[in-house]
Structures are given as structure tokens and as C-alpha cells.
């Protein structure tokens, strides 16, 4: 009997020191946990830093095939969307137009390229147009389907095509692209080096471009 109580309390000591070293080790991962807002953000750029690979073969608005490589020794500032897109696309190119505008000389050094997540619609001459409407700079990217998937599994950019409509049977034609929207900034390099948020402003985001360009 004495023996058995002696297990008894071994395995008690034992499961208590256990439960007592998960503690510390969990009130550890805490403190280094980030906790504020910015450092949060910061974690998160860190996590694409490791992952945004930032390679397309795409085609561009004038039919010349083109890759991340031609694009090495500018600032490529690059968007996905859509020519149908109500809202999003063409208020985010607005702001990239206006970016460019606040950049003033340092603008030369930018190159903003708006890739379509829907080559179905969005051909080559199609991008030309809409994209002469926000800033003469911007470049249009197409493709085929593959070319685009391969673009946006490069940034880590999520789209899909839904119904207009809930319901709705997607066709050719009658329906919509859900898509993430942020702006990703690479070096001259091709390496990821920022993403700005939908709620980023013109002057914030122009700022941020700067402030790498001077560093």
C-alpha cells in the first residue's frame, strides 16, 4: 500500500512540474508575442517578406511578353484587379495615380503595373484603355489563365470568380472577381520589400515609397 501511494504521489509531482514548465513556456511565447498595432504590422511584412516571391510572365497592354525581370532597376508598384470591377480597382488606381503625381521626380524611379485576376475579359487592348484613364505610367498585365494564377500565387493574392448575383449561374460574361487589394512595392532587385493597405492614403502611401527610395 505504501508503495502504490508513493506512485501515486510521483505521478502527481510529475504531472504538476509538466503543467508548471507549459505555463512558463506559454507566458514566455506571450511576452514575445507582439502586442501593439504596429508591431503587429511589422510581423506581418516580415511573414511576406518570406513568402512573396513577386514572379509573373504576363503579357502587357501594347501584346509584348513581358516577366518580373524587365521590370529590374525600377520600383515596381503592383495591383490586382479587374477592368469590371465597380469599386475597389478603379478607386485604388486613382490613389496609384495620384501617388505618382506626389512623387513628383521621384516618380521615374516607380513603375505601377495593374495585373488582371480575370483574363477571360480583360484582354490586352481592353487594359490599354482603362488603364490611360488613371495615369499614363501604369502598365496593364494579362495573360492566360495559368500566367495569372502563377502572378498571384507569386504575391500571395487571393481571387475568385463569384455570381453577380446569389445564385446566380457564373457564365462567360454575368459575373464578378472577389480579390484581395493591396498594393505590394519591390525593390530593384524583384524583392519584396512592402505591402500598403486599401486604407492607405495617397500621401501615405507616396511617403512610404520615399522613405525607401531615400534609404
Known amino acids: 500500500m505504501r508503495k502504490i501511494r508513493l506512485v501515486m504521489w510521483l505521478v502527481i509531482a510529475t504531472a504538476v512540474a509538466v503543467m508548471g514548465a507549459q505555463l512558463v513556456i506559454r507566458l514566455m511565447d506571450d511576452a514575445n508575442a507582439p502586442h501593439t498595432?504596429?508591431?503587429r504590422a511589422q510581423t506581418a511584412q516580415q511573414v511576406a517578406r518570406d513568402i512573396v516571391t513577386g514572379e509573373f510572365s504576363l503579357i502587357d497592354h501594347r501584346g509584348n511578353a513581358v516577366t518580373d525581370q524587365d521590370y529590374r532597376g525600377s520600383w515596381p508598384l503592383i495591383f490586382f484587379g479587374y477592368t469590371h470591377c465597380p469599386d475597389v480597382c478603379p478607386t485604388t488606381?486613382?490613389?496609384?495615380?495620384?501617388v505618382m503625381d506626389e512623387l513628383g521626380e521621384d516618380a521615374a524611379r516607380v513603375q505601377p503595373?495593374?495585373?488582371?485576376?480575370?483574363?477571360?475579359?480583360?484582354?490586352?487592348?481592353?487594359?490599354?484603355d482603362y488603364?490611360?484613364?488613371?495615369?499614363?505610367?501604369?502598365i496593364?498585365?494579362?495573360?492566360?489563365?495559368?500566367?495569372v494564377a502563377a502572378a498571384a500565387h507569386s504575391h500571395r493574392a487571393y481571387y475568385a470568380k463569384a455570381p453577380v448575383e446569389e445564385?446566380?449561374?457564373?457564365g462567360v460574361t454575368e459575373y464578378a472577381m472577389d480579390h484581395s487589394a493591396y498594393l505590394y512595392l519591390m525593390d530593384p532587385d524583384g524583392v519584396y520589400v512592402h505591402v500598403f493597405s486599401p486604407t492607405d492614403s495617397a500621401d501615405e502611401i507616396a511617403a512610404g515609397i520615399?522613405?525607401?527610395?531615400?534609404?
Open 37 to 39: 498595432a504596429e508591431e
Open 93 to 98: 488606381l486613382g490613389v496609384v495615380g495620384l
Open 113 to 128: 503595373l495593374f495585373i488582371t485576376v480575370d483574363p477571360e475579359r480583360d484582354t490586352p487592348e481592353i487594359m490599354a
Open 131 to 138: 488603364v490611360a484613364a488613371f495615369h499614363p505610367r501604369i
Open 140 to 147: 496593364g498585365l494579362s495573360g492566360s489563365a495559368e500566367q
Open 167 to 170: 445564385g446566380a449561374e457564373i
Open 210 to 215: 520615399r522613405g525607401f527610395l531615400n534609404k
